[in-house]
């Protein structure tokens, strides 16, 4: 059997015979000097994490082009954290899926621990030390949309931050306060520059509210807050990244297991979390970075970053969200639903609402600002050709999902981006499929 390990790389040809891509540099080695001096922390050590920044980071480290990985800090969830990295360490098998139904399957191996980002345990003084050093470059985020809130829906603070404003940068439990008290840290410490990157929400404001919270409690003093605001110090780059990285898979599972790789069982936690040792994921991926990071970085555009300016990773993100992909998949989200659909790649099968997903996009498409180094055109193309129709990217979809989804996207596409246009034409029947989606999966399991 092989064994998701750093012994078991040592079996290289079982892994060849696998057909399993093995990391091209000593990982150990590479563990040891991250650990030391880390140049990259992140936060949010999930499927998308392991499946795309890990991955890049790896081909890098494959290529020579650097000699340290990535320090994954897990803000909460911690069991299931541990569960995905101390057993194997820290490696973890990712699963290409491409839409003909071939897989390619590496072992990733850049990241060099997954620590634990809570005050109260011994990881925290590590934490500490790797924040204060003047070899880290850039603190990177996943945490999803409700791990960056710091109000609920009516603009009351939640308790949580209400608790870590009155307590200071001593004892934080938000994600966004954690990475605000490292931040305070690395200011004690002589304040070396760093980029602050949100992969999927802009940042700054949020960090700077939390700062500002703190300097009236007289926690910090003012010049924290006026090193925190100095882009020069501390950046905030703007992003847009795209891949879809669904719950493990059996079908996966089963077949890493018929090629020989011993423990890959999937987990659920008592909080409904779904884990695993592999990642299996859709090739399709794009990640745009405004280039701004004022301590250095990794060379990620030789692993197919987009680094630009800030307005031109605006405009990708307006494609996206307003016009090329969230749309489309709203509108298959909520009529999928009433029709009884279990996946998106069935609903593909579905020549009526192929049509409609068609027709948004060619309303779409003439609307849309082209960014210049995404074409839309073929952004779209791949979303309704190649991602939709993947038999292999998504497990069975639950009513609840697409109803958040469907929920979610609607207030998006309700009050749209400023530049972009609100729904018309075949679009504007979201409100009609949400009102008619709502009763019924209240009042019912199945929603027809």
């Known amino acids: 059997?092989?064994?998701?390990?750093?012994?078991?790389?040592?079996?290289?040809?079982?892994?060849?015979?696998?057909?399993?891509?093995?990391?091209?540099?000593?990982?150990?080695?590479?563990?040891?000097?991250?650990?030391?001096?880390?140049?990259?922390?992140?936060?949010?050590?999930?499927?998308?994490?392991?499946?795309?920044?890990?991955?890049?980071?790896?081909?890098?480290?494959?290529?020579?082009?650097?000699?340290?990985?990535?320090?994954?800090?897990?803000?909460?969830?911690?069991?299931?954290?541990?569960?995905?990295y101390v057993p194997y360490d820290n490696l973890s098998l990712l699963v290409r899926m491409h839409a003909d139904g071939s897989c390619d399957r590496e072992v990733i191996g850049s990241v060099a621990g997954c620590l634990k980002a809570d005050w109260q345990d011994g990881d925290w003084q590590t934490l500490t030390r790797m924040f204060r050093d003047p070899a880290l470059q850039m603190v990177s985020f996943t945490i999803t949309e409700k791990g960056y809130a710091l109000r609920d829906m009516d603009g009351t603070l939640l308790p949580v931050v209400a608790q870590d404003l009155a307590a200071g940068p001593f004892r934080p439990r938000h994600t966004l306060s954690i990475a605000v008290a490292l931040l305070y840290q690395r200011f004690l410490a002589g304040g070396s520059p760093i980029a602050v990157v949100s992969m999927d929400k802009k940042l700054r404001d949020s960090c700077l509210t939390l700062a500002e919270g703190w300097q009236e409690g007289g926690f910090v003093p003012e010049d924290f807050l006026r090193w925190l605001s100095c882009e020069e110090s501390v950046s905030f780059p703007w992003s847009m990244i795209d891949k879809i990285t669904p719950h493990?898979?059996?079908?996966?599972?089963?077949?890493?297991?018929?090629?020989?790789?011993?423990?890959?069982?999937?987990?659920?936690?008592?909080?409904?979390?779904?884990?695993?040792?592999?990642?299996?994921?859709?090739?399709?991926?794009?990640?745009?970075?405004?280039?701004?990071?004022?301590?250095?970085?990794?060379?990620l555009e030789q692993a197919g970053v987009y680094f630009t300016d800030r307005a031109t990773v605006?405009?990708?993100?307006?494609?996206?969200?307003?016009?090329?992909?969230?749309?489309?998949?709203?509108?298959?989200?909520?009529?999928?639903?009433?029709?009884?659909?279990?996946?998106?790649?069935?609903?593909?099968?579905?020549t009526d609402l192929v049509t409609l997903v068609e027709r948004i996009a060619g309303e779409s498409l003439p609307v849309v600002e082209d960014p210049g180094i995404l074409r839309h055109t073929e952004f779209i193309y791949q979303v309704l050709h190649e991602s939709f129709p993947n038999h292999s990217r998504h497990a069975p979809a639950h009513r609840h999902r697409y109803l958040s989804e469907a929920t979610s996207a609607l207030r998006r596409h309700l009050a749209p981006l400023p530049g972009t246009q609100p729904p018309h034409g075949a679009a504007a029947v979201y409100p009609a499929g949400l009102c008619r989606l709502v009763p019924l999966s209240a009042g019912s399991r199945r929603c027809r």
């Open 314 to 350: 605006e405009k990708s993100e307006k494609m996206k969200v307003g016009t090329c992909l969230n749309p489309l998949h709203t509108a298959l989200a909520v009529f999928g639903c009433l029709l009884d659909y279990q996946t998106i790649s069935a609903e593909m099968q579905d």
């Open 248 to 299: 493990p898979s059996q079908k996966v599972a089963d077949q890493l297991t018929a090629l020989g790789v011993a423990g890959m069982a999937i987990t659920k936690s008592a909080t409904g979390t779904v884990s695993a040792p592999f990642v299996n994921a859709e090739v399709t991926e794009y990640l745009v970075l405004e280039d701004h990071f004022p301590n250095g970085r990794p060379p």
């Open 1 to 84: 059997m092989l064994h998701l390990n750093i012994q078991g790389l040592r079996d290289e040809s079982g892994w060849q015979a696998a057909h399993i891509a093995l990391p091209r540099y000593d990982v150990s080695a590479m563990q040891e000097r991250t650990l030391a001096h880390p140049t990259w922390i992140h936060f949010g050590a999930g499927n998308i994490f392991r499946a795309f920044l890990a991955a890049a980071q790896q081909t890098l480290l494959n290529a020579g082009l650097t000699d340290t990985g990535i320090v994954a800090a897990a803000s909460h969830n911690f069991h299931a954290a541990a569960e995905n």
